[in-house]
């Protein structure tokens, strides 16, 4: 008898394992960017319940501009990681273009935006040279660049800079709206449509996953390895040059510290949506959720009142999280 009921708790258990086996292989066998879908709609259903506020006309409009600015500078994020890089100068960047913006703005109206846009393609430029042509590990030469931009930022005006009056005409073609659509939105959609027809249907945008995946074959396969890695700082640059144009926009200022927080920010965009930290698997359409994901947690916390310093603790374990689903071992042998 005593040993039948030892059976019994024993085949009761290896049920329980066999059952708690079988939801971890479904949840391991489904593509990351399903997983990144159901975090969302639980997150939505989670705030909607919890604040009654939360999906109130005004406050769905506050999460639209946030994910403006963090697909926009994630978009640009989105492509160096692909190749296996990682650009930490975009935080520099996004200090440095709201000061040039606005001071553009003053001086040359509306060709203010072209030099800006121009200044923001320079700095991606100069941190894909810096990489390809020294050598050193995107880690290093972008951490680098990034306070050398921030420095600049600094030097153009230390003190957060005001738009004068005369340019908030060409603000508010920003910062304004179409009906009940914000530009800042569509600005992002632009934006995300044309990184997609890049990602999707151009030569460069395919060989960014070939690098990403195995740059040695794609090395030997004939790929230009380097103009790869260099369109990709371009497009990098491109894109958090944009989200300091916005946020500039929004705020009708420039400020040398705009852009502290977005340097973590934009690497969880992308790694929340799915896309891998090591390169050659991930898409534009994951940034885009990785955005929504960010944008909503980051403003129900603020909702329900969370201080800000721990909504950063919150934001670093979720990257911590991402990055474990989405690590792909097989590229390393030993972690470090």
């Known amino acids: 008898m005593r ?45 909607t319940v919890g604040h009654r506020s939360f999906l109130s006309p005004y406050n769905l409009k506050t999460i639209g501009n946030m994910t403006a600015i963090l697909l926009t500078i994630g978009l640009g994020q989105l492509f160096v990681l692909l190749t296996g890089g990682i650009d930490l100068s975009v935080g520099g960047i996004v200090s440095l273009i709201s000061i040039v913006y606005i001071l553009s703005l003053a001086q040359f109206g509306f060709f203010g935006i072209i030099i800006t846009l121009v200044v923001a393609l320079c700095t991606g430029l100069l941190n894909g040279i810096i990489f390809t042509r020294l050598r050193i590990p995107s880690f290093i030469s972008t951490l680098g660049t990034g306070g ?61 996953y070939a690098v990403g995946s195995n740059e040695k074959m794609s090395w030997m396969s004939g790929i230009n390895v380097k103009r790869t890695k ?90 911590i999280l991402a990055v474990a689903v989405t690590f792909d071992r097989s590229k390393v042998i030993i972690v470090k």
Not at 25 to 41: A, E, H, N
Not at 168 to 186: E, R, T
Not at 241 to 269: H, K, M, R
Not at 291 to 307: F, P, R, W, Y
């Open 148 to 208: 050398i931009f921030g420095s600049i930022a600094y030097l153009l005006h230390a003190a957060p800079l005001a738009a004068p009056s005369e340019t908030y005409k060409y603000l508010d073609f920003i910062n304004g709206s179409i009906g009940k659509i914000n530009n800042s939105w569509i600005i992002a959609l632009v934006v995300y449509l044309i990184y997609f027809v890049i990602q999707k249907y151009t030569y460069l945008g395919r060989t960014v």
């Open 3 to 47: 040993r039948a009921g030892v059976l019994k708790n024993e085949n009761g258990h290896g049920g329980y394992m066999h059952f708690q086996k079988k939801i971890g292989d479904f949840f391991r066998g489904l593509p990351v960017i399903y997983l990144s879908l159901m975090l969302l709609f639980f997150i939505v259903l989670f705030f």
């Open 230 to 319: 260099l369109f990709a700082f371009v497009l990098s640059g491109m894109g958090a040059g944009i989200c300091g144009i916005i946020l500039a926009s929004n705020l009708y200022s420039g400020s040398a510290v705009f852009g502290e927080l977005y340097v973590l920010e934009s690497i969880a965009v992308v790694v929340v949506g799915g896309t891998a930290l090591t390169g050659g698997a991930g898409g534009v359409f994951n940034t885009l959720v990785g955005a929504l994901i960010m944008s909503i947690i980051k403003n129900g916390m603020t909702v329900v009142g969370i201080d800000i310093y721990a909504q950063q603790t919150f934001l670093g374990i979720l990257i």
